[in-house]
């Protein structure tokens, strides 16, 4: 006979949330003198950014895999979206830290920034792009920023509106709205959110030699385990990504949080210059790292998107003790236990490294309110390994450890309830 678990949301879990929303906003508001910015406007090979008021200047830099050119205007806040056109396939806005907007716009090719230049009134910023082939632009990127200042007299000038929060919304894009929840139609039952990692134009690691990339084997092991959790009929299933498309690291993150799950795993599969690196590993957040391989991993994985990453170190130490103290303290230890119960259910189906535990200060692990790991099932760099990954029985046996943490996971915390 089958049983089912009800899920009781108590107050006390919410409590956190609500002072984590409330230092939020706080922490990451625009000042309240800034300019908005009205427009970006992509023809040709001009780059046009308005502003309500002149801003105190502006520097920009590229990056590669993905190309992109960042733009960072100080004095700022995001404001209306823009639209892509030409080798500008898209353009995202964000808050950098209070006093800074920043605008991404993703490239189709390889162009780089041959000029820049604001209006007189400081309210207008002109970027001329110049196409080029990838040894210009990796070198275009390895010299930096560019920085563009706008007329001393309107620099010094204070703007003289008070704006509140303002959020930009992005361009409609594949893969930001919220995922099918497969399993019982019944709100009560714990959510648990699978990640496959990488994905799209992010391959994530490779075996060259096998032409094997990490993201397809996240996507057939995240949907293994999906595939496991069903048939108990005791969870609810999403992943994040259920075909080869792209994500941020926020938006992985992010929707764990906005379908409040009660528990999220993302899959990878790690790489290593010795190829006799061999095992799984589980990852829980910290913003120390706990050993220098560990500290390797968190630099290479937000990579993927580093230039969207939230990152508490970079906030005051005083507001970072206070959210984590206030939000994460017992997420983290939650997530921790977690790891400890997954090896201890996997390892006689799934071959660990011998120290299987470790800390990271992983983008993709940041939601305050969400139990998370980051499962590397194993190195595809790793002849065993890789053909463990790569073939059904040895996904088929990642997934059945899994699920079994999952369920003794839950039903510990029904118990405790």
């Not at 000042?31 to 910015?37: F, M, Q, V």
């Not at 023809?43 to 200047?57: A, K, L, M, Q």
């Not at 008070?162 to 930001?176: L, N």
């Not at 994460?328 to 201890?344: C, D, P, Y």
């Amino acid at each position: 006979m089958k049983f089912g678990w009800t899920w009781a949301r108590t107050a006390r879990k919410y409590a956190p949330m609500f002072l984590f929303f409330i230092l939020a906003a706080t922490m990451f508001a625009a000042p309240a003198e800034a300019g908005t910015i009205n427009a970006v406007q992509v023809n040709g090979d001009t780059v046009t950014v308005r502003f309500d008021e002149s801003v105190s200047g502006a520097s920009a830099f590229l990056l590669d895999a993905p190309r992109r050119i960042a733009l960072d205007i100080k004095g700022a806040q995001p404001g209306a979206g823009g639209v892509a056109r030409g080798v500008v396939s898209a353009i995202r806005q964000g808050q950098f830290d209070p006093s800074t907007a920043r605008v991404v716009f993703d490239l189709s090719r390889p162009a780089i920034i041959s000029g820049g230049q604001f209006a007189a009134d400081g309210k207008t910023l002109t970027l001329s792009l110049r196409n080029a082939d990838a040894r210009d632009f990796s070198a275009a990127a390895a010299r930096g920023r560019s920085a563009f200042d706008p007329p001393a007299a309107n620099a010094a000038r204070t703007p003289s509106r008070t704006h509140g929060i303002t959020v930009a919304i992005p361009q409609p894009a594949k893969g930001v709205d919220l995922p099918r929840v497969a399993g019982p139609a019944d709100d009560s039952r714990p959510l648990v959110v699978i990640d496959a990692g990488h994905g799209g134009h992010d391959p994530g690691a490779l075996n060259k030699e096998l032409g094997t990339r990490e993201k397809d084997i996240t996507l057939a092991v995240a949907r293994a385990i999906r595939r496991e959790l069903l048939k108990s009929g005791r969870v609810r299933v999403a992943l994040t990504r259920n075909d080869d498309r792209f994500l941020v690291l926020e938006e992985r993150y992010g929707i764990a949080r906005r379908m409040k799950a009660d528990l999220f795993i993302s899959v990878h599969a790690d790489a290593a210059e010795n190829e006799d690196a061999h095992g799984a590993t589980i990852y829980t957040l910290s913003e120390v790292a706990s050993d220098r391989e560990a500290a390797r991993l968190a630099a290479r994985e937000n990579k993927s998107d580093i230039i969207n990453g939230v990152n508490l170190g970079d906030q005051s130490s005083d507001v970072s003790s206070i959210l984590i103290d206030l939000t994460q303290r017992e997420t983290m230890n939650i997530s921790s236990s977690f790891a400890k119960l997954l090896q201890r259910e996997a390892a006689p189906l799934v071959d660990f490294r011998s120290a299987y535990h470790r800390f990271a200060s992983l983008i993709v692990l940041k939601a305050p309110d969400t139990p998370s790991i980051l499962f590397e099932t194993g190195y595809i760099t790793n002849a065993d390994d890789v053909r463990f990954l790569t073939s059904p029985e040895g996904q088929s046996k990642i997934a059945q450890g899994v699920a079994r943490a999952i369920e003794i996971h839950f039903a510990r915390k029904l118990v405790q309830n």
